[in-house]
C-alpha cells in the first residue's frame, strides 16, 4: 500500500522537522525569530452536564451495556430488553443437536461430581443432605435461562457452605433448634440473592473488585485448610458431642488430639483414608493428561457406590462406622413461609446473607471472567449479578441455600465441552431423578466418604504456586494473601475477609497518600527524560532539577508531594554544595503522570511557587494533561507561575532553562 | 560560563544524534544494521529489606526527621534529642529582647481577645465560664516549651467547644448532673490529648490530611453557622427551658420563633446587636486597613468593659437581662482524680475524645502549616501532634477541656508581630493574672456580649469565597464541601464530618476503581504523542491504537482498564469499517502514568494479550516505569509478550509498527 509507505517516509520527515523546531527553542534569546514552542493544549471546556453524564458512565456503565440498544425502533428495543433479560431467548435460537451432545455429556459428569459433593457440602453447611441436592436442582435451572456465562456450572460450593454453617451456627445451635437454624439459612440465602440482584442492578458490580486477586487466593487457601480439618471429625470417626465448634486449627487440632484415645474409629478411618487416596490418584491421573479429566470427576461417584455396598454387606455400621442415614426423598419443598421477615432472625440473616451474598458472588464472577477470556465472548458481570440474584432469591424459596458456580465442576464442565448453559439443565435433570428415585439407596454411604470427598475436593484450593508469585510479583499483595490465609485457619472466616479487605484498602490508601515522586535526567543521544533511578545513564542538567510526581494530586497526598518536590530541591542543593555552577536555579515538574488535581493540590502548587521564590528557584510546568491544565487555568495559578513556564515536554522546558543558565555571570 | 553555554551546544548536538537515531529504528528491515532503539531500563534489583525500608520510611518518616541526627557522637544526639523535645531550648539560647518586644506586643493584643472568646467557648461546651479561662492558662505553657510553631495561639476554639458541648451533653445532662459532667469533660479531654500524641509519636499524622481541604471548607462554615444558631438563645435572651438541646437549623430555629412571643427580653436584644454591630464594624475596619489590624482584636474587650459597666450601673439584670455572675477566682485545681480511669464513661469519654482531638488536630496542624509557609521555616507536623497531645492530656488533669490551635487568634498574634511561642507565655500570663484578680468584675458582664462575641468570631467560617473556588476548580470536592456543610447545619456535627470524611473516601476510590485512559495521536511536526482530545491537531498513526492508562492498575481497576482498553479497540475499528488500510494492527499501550502494577493488573495484562492475539492485534508496551518493568519481567509477562515490543517511547514503538504496517500488502 503506497499510503503506507508514505506514511513511515513522512514519520520520517516529521522528525527533521522536529528536531529543527526543538534546536531554533533551544538557542532561544540569540536567534532573531521567536522560539517555536507547542503551547500546552486546553481542551475546550465542557458543560457541568455533560462532565457529570461522563463520569456516571464511565463509572457505572463503564461496559456500555446499551450498545446494541442504540438507534433500534421501540419494538426492537423491548425484544433485546427481553433478550437481555432471558440469555436463553437469544442463544436458544442457534442452538442444535451438535452442541445438545457437548451439553449432554458434560452435563452427566458434572452431575455425577455433583451429587456426592453437594451431600457433603449440606454437611458443611450444617444441613441435612437432601438440602445440598436441592440447591443443586433449581439454582441451575434458573441460571440457565438467565446467565450468560456459557461454563460456569452451578450448585452449593465449599467455601460458602462453610462460611454459612459456622456463621449460622453461631446464632442458632443446629442441633437443638434445626428448625430455625433451616429458616435463618433461608433467610441468608434470600439477602445473599437480593444483595447480588441489587448490586447487579445498580450497577455496583466494581465492588467486588475490591477483593483483591491475592486476598481471595489466601482466602480460599485458608477456607481450603479449615473445611479439611472440619471433616477430621468425620474422617475419623470421632463421636464424642464435645468436639468444638470453632473451625480455628488451634481449637480443632486440640479437639482431635484430646479424643485420640478413645474417640476414634479405627474402622472409618480405614475406608476414609484408601478412598481418600483412590481420590487423589484418580485427581493424580487427571491432571498428568488433559485427556482423563473425566476420571477425577467421576471418581467420587464410584467411591460412594463402592463404599455404600462394602458398608451394606459387611454392616460395618454396626461397627461404629457412620453413615449418611436417611435421605428425604422428593423434590424441594416450598419454604416461602420459613423466611424470617419479621423478628430478631430477619437482622441477623441479612448481615450473613450480604456476606454470603458477595463471596458467592465473587467466585462466580471470577469463574465467569475466567472461561469468558478463554472461550473469548463478552461477559456483562452487572447483568451476571442480577441473574445470580434471582436464583438465589427463588433457591430462598424453593428450600435451596445459597448456591454459586463451582471453581472444580465448572473446570470439568469446559473440559468435559459443554457448549451453552443446557449442561446445567441437564445436571439439574439428573438431580431430579436422583432426588425421585435414588435417595433412599445412600442410606448405607459412610460419611468418612463425604469426607474424603470434600477433603480432595478443597485439596485444590490451596494454590500455593500462585503465592509464590505473588510473593514474587509484589510483596504488599504478599501481605494481604497470607493475612487472609492465617486470619481463616487461625481465627474464623470472617476475620480472615476482615483482614483481607482492610489490607487491600491500606495498599489503595497508602498509594495515594505516598505517591512515587522521582529525578529524571536526560538519556543520552535523545531528548528523553527518565528516572534517573531507573536509567543510570540518564544525566542531569545542570542548574536544573527535573522531578515527576506518580500520581493525582489530591488533598490525601498534596502537602506530601510539595514537601517531597522541596526535599529532593535540598538534597540536590546539599549535594552541589560549593560548587557555584550547580546552584538550582529551575525546578521543572513533569506532570504527565498527575492526571487529576483538586483544590487542595493546587494550594500545594501555590505554596510550592511560594517557597521556591523565596528560594529563588522559578517553578517550571511540563505537560499537564487536559484536566490538571484547566484546573490550573480556572484558579489562576497560571498567572501565578506564568502561562509561558508551562511546557508540553521537559525537552522544551529545559531548553526554556538552558539559555538563561547560559546568560548567568 | 563556558560550561553552561557548552551543555545548551550539547543539548542541541544531542538532539540531532537523537533524530538520526530514531530515523534508522524507524526504517528497520530495509537497512542493515540492526536499529538503535533505546533499552527500557530495569532498574538494579533492590534486596527486600531495603525495599521495605524505603517503603516504611516513605510513609512514616517521609520528612526525614532524623537528618539533623546523621553523623553525630552520641552526647550531641542526646542533646538533640531532648532538643526536638523541647524545641525552646534550641530558640531559647538566641532569645534577644528585640524579640521579647514583638512578642510582649502580639501576646498581649491575643490576651484580650481570648479572654472574653474563653468565656463564650466554655459556655459553648456548656461548662462554667473559669474552664475557658483555665485552658488559655495551662495548655499554652505547655505548648511554648513543647511546640514548634512561632505563629499559632493556643486555647479553646468555638468547633471543637461545639463538638464537645453537643457530644458530651448527649450523654450526661450539664444542667443535672454537672460534676459527672465536667468530669466526661476531662475523660474526653485526656482521651484527646492521647490520641493527638498517639498519632505523633506513630508517625501517623498524614491520617488528618484526609480531611479535605473542601470537607474543612463546608465543615467549618456549617460549625458556624450551627454555633450562631446557638448564641440565638443567649443573644434574644430566651429564658424558656424548653429550648431545643439539638444543634439543627430546623429545630433550633423552631424554638426560636415559638418563644417570639412572650419568651425575648427586648433589653438583651438591645445591648446584643449594638456591641454586635460595634464588632462587626471593626472587623471591617481590620480587613479595610490591615495596619488597624488591632481594632478589632481589641473591640471584644472594649465590649464586654462597656457592656458590664453599663449593666452595673442600670442594673439592667434585673429587667431580666442575663449575666454571667460568679467566675470562681483562682488558678486552676488539679482535676487528676476527676477523669474517668474505669467504667461505663471509660469509653464513651474515649469516643468523644477521639473525635475531638483530631478536629482540634486538623485546626492546629492548618494553622501551624499555613504560617511556616508564610515565614518559611520548617515544621514537623508528628512532632506538633506529640506537643498538642502532651499539652492537651497535662490539660486534662489541670481542669482544662481540649485547646487548640485558633484560626482567628494566632493570625492577630501573627500581624502583631510575635517573633516566638513566648507570647503564648505572654497570653498565658495575662490569664493568670486575670483568674487571680479579675474574675470578679466579670460578674454584671451580660451573656448576650459573649454570644455576640461568638457570633463575630464564628462569621469568618463561613468561607464562601472559598467555596465558589471549590466549585470552579473541582466539582467533586464541592459535592463534599456541601455535604458536610449541610450534614452539619441540617442534623449533627457527627454527621457532617462523617458525610466529609465519607465523601473524601469515595473520591479516592473512584480514582482508583475508574482511572482515565485516552487516545493519543501524533502532534504534529513532533515526536510527541499526545491525548487527542486534549491537542485537537495531533493525530492517529494508521494502523496503531496508542492508549495511555492514567493510574497504576491495582486488583481495584485491573479489570475495568483491561475492558476499556478493548473498548477503545472495538470503538476504533467500528470508526474504520469497511476501510482496509485502518484495520488496527498494533495497540501501544504507554505506560509513564503507570505508576505500579500488582498481579491482579499482571493477570489483566496477561489477558489483555490473549485477547489481543485471538483479533490479530500485537500489543506493544511503551515506557513502563521501574517498578512495572520488574514486575513484568518478574512475571514472565515480558517474555509472553516478547521483550523485543517494549519500548522506551511511544515514538520508537511507533517506529516499531509503522515499518511493519509499510510491509503489509
Not at 521564590?613 to 517550571?620: G, I, Q
Request: net charge positive; glycine share 8%.
Amino acid at each position: 500500500m503506497s499510503s503506507m509507505g508514505a506514511s513511515a517516509e513522512e514519520n520520517l520527515e516529521t522528525k527533521q522537522m522536529d528536531e529543527r523546531s526543538f534546536s531554533i527553542s533551544s538557542s532561544q534569546g540569540q536567534q532573531q525569530a521567536p522560539p517555536y514552542v507547542h503551547k500546552v493544549g486546553i481542551p475546550p471546556r465542557q458543560n457541568l452536564f455533560q462532565e457529570f453524564k461522563a463520569t456516571i458512565k464511565e463509572t457505572f456503565f463503564a461496559d456500555d451495556p446499551l450498545r446494541s440498544f442504540k438507534d433500534q425502533p421501540k419494538s426492537r428495543k423491548f425484544v433485546l430488553g427481553i433478550e437481555a433479560l432471558f440469555p436463553i431467548l437469544n442463544w436458544g435460537r442457534s442452538y442444535n443437536l451438535k452442541k445438545f451432545r457437548g451439553d449432554l455429556i458434560s452435563g452427566l459428569t458434572i452431575a455425577s461430581l455433583c451429587i456426592p459433593q453437594d451431600i457433603g457440602y449440606a454437611n458443611l453447611a450444617k444441613l441435612q443432605p437432601q438440602y445440598g441436592l436441592y440447591s443443586s436442582f433449581v439454582p441451575p435451572l434458573i441460571y440457565a435461562v438467565m446467565g450468560s456465562s456459557r461454563d460456569i456450572a452451578i450448585g452449593p460450593v465449599a467455601v460458602v457452605s462453610l462460611l454459612l454453617g459456622t456463621s449460622l451456627s453461631n446464632e442458632i445451635d443446629p442441633t437443638t433448634h434445626p428448625e430455625e437454624y433451616r429458616r435463618l439459612a433461608f433467610t441468608a440465602t434470600f439477602f445473599a440473592g437480593i444483595t447480588q440482584a441489587t448490586l447487579g442492578i445498580f450497577r455496583l458490580g466494581f465492588l467486588i473488585d475490591f477483593l483483591s486477586h491475592a486476598a481471595i487466593v489466601g482466602f480460599m487457601g485458608g477456607a481450603a485448610i479449615t473445611i479439611a480439618l472440619q471433616q477430621l471429625k468425620g474422617f475419623l470417626g470421632i463421636k464424642t458431642k464435645n468436639f468444638t465448634k470453632k473451625t480455628d486449627i488451634v481449637n480443632v487440632m486440640h479437639s482431635v488430639v484430646s479424643t485420640a484415645h478413645h474417640g476414634w474409629n479405627w474402622e472409618t478411618i480405614l475406608i476414609g483414608a484408601s478412598f481418600l487416596g483412590f481420590l487423589l490418584f484418580a485427581k493424580f491421573i487427571g491432571k498428568k493428561n488433559k485427556k482423563f479429566f473425566w476420571v477425577p470427576a467421576i471418581a467420587p461417584l464410584i467411591c460412594v457406590i463402592l463404599s455404600t455396598f462394602f458398608v451394606f454387606i459387611t454392616r460395618a455400621d454396626k461397627h461404629g462406622v457412620e453413615i449418611v442415614k436417611d435421605i428425604k426423598k422428593g423434590i424441594n419443598p416450598s419454604s416461602v413461609k420459613e423466611i424470617y421477615f419479621t423478628g430478631d432472625y430477619l437482622g441477623k440473616g441479612f448481615r450473613i446473607g450480604v456476606m454470603a451474598g458477595m463471596i458467592a458472588l465473587t467466585e462466580a464472577v471470577a469463574i465467569g471472567r475466567t472461561f469468558a477470556s478463554v472461550k473469548d465472548y463478552q461477559l456483562d458481570g452487572n447483568k451476571e449479578m442480577v441473574a445470580l440474584g434471582a436464583m438465589n432469591v427463588v433457591g430462598s424459596m424453593t428450600s435451596c441455600y445459597v448456591a454459586t458456580g463451582s471453581f472444580s465442576r465448572s473446570a470439568v464442565n469446559f473440559m468435559a465441552g459443554c457448549q451453552t448453559a443446557v449442561s446445567n439443565i441437564v445436571m439439574s435433570v439428573v438431580v431430579f431423578l436422583t432426588l425421585e428415585f435414588i435417595t433412599p439407596l445412600f442410606h448405607y454411604t459412610p460419611n468418612a466418604i463425604l469426607s474424603s470427598i470434600i477433603i480432595s475436593a478443597v485439596i485444590n484450593l490451596v494454590d500455593y504456586q500462585a503465592a509464590i508469585l505473588i510473593w514474587k510479583i509484589d510483596k504488599f499483595d504478599f501481605v494481604a494473601c497470607m493475612g487472609a490465609f492465617f486470619g481463616v485457619v487461625f481465627a474464623t472466616v470472617e476475620i480472615g475477609l476482615l483482614i483481607a479487605v482492610s489490607i487491600s484498602f491500606a495498599k489503595i490508601l497508602l498509594q495515594v497518600t505516598r505517591p512515587r515522586t522521582c529525578i529524571l535526567g536526560k538519556i543520552p543521544r535523545t531528548t528523553v527524560y527518565r528516572n534517573i533511578h531507573q536509567y543510570p545513564e540518564a544525566s542531569k542538567v545542570p542548574g536544573v532539577l527535573i522531578v515527576r510526581v506518580d500520581s493525582a494530586i489530591y488533598f490525601s497526598n498534596s502537602n506530601y508531594v510539595k514537601e517531597r518536590i522541596l526535599r529532593w530541591l535540598m538534597d540536590e542543593e546539599e549535594q552541589g554544595k560549593g560548587d557555584y555552577q550547580t546552584r538550582i536555579q529551575f525546578l521543572i515538574v513533569e506532570m504527565s503522570p498527575v492526571t487529576d488535581i483538586d483544590t487542595s493540590g493546587i494550594h500545594a502548587l501555590e505554596e510550592l511557587h511560594r517557597s521556591l521564590e523565596k528560594r529563588d528557584v522559578e517553578l517550571v510546568l511540563a505537560n499537564p494533561g487536559p484536566v490538571v491544565i484547566d484546573k490550573i487555568y480556572t484558579s489562576k495559578l497560571a498567572n501565578m507561575i506564568g502561562e509561558n513556564k508551562i511546557f508540553l515536554t521537559v525537552a522544551e522546558a529545559v531548553a526554556y532553562c538552558s539559555p538563561k543558565l547560559a546568560e548567568d555571570p
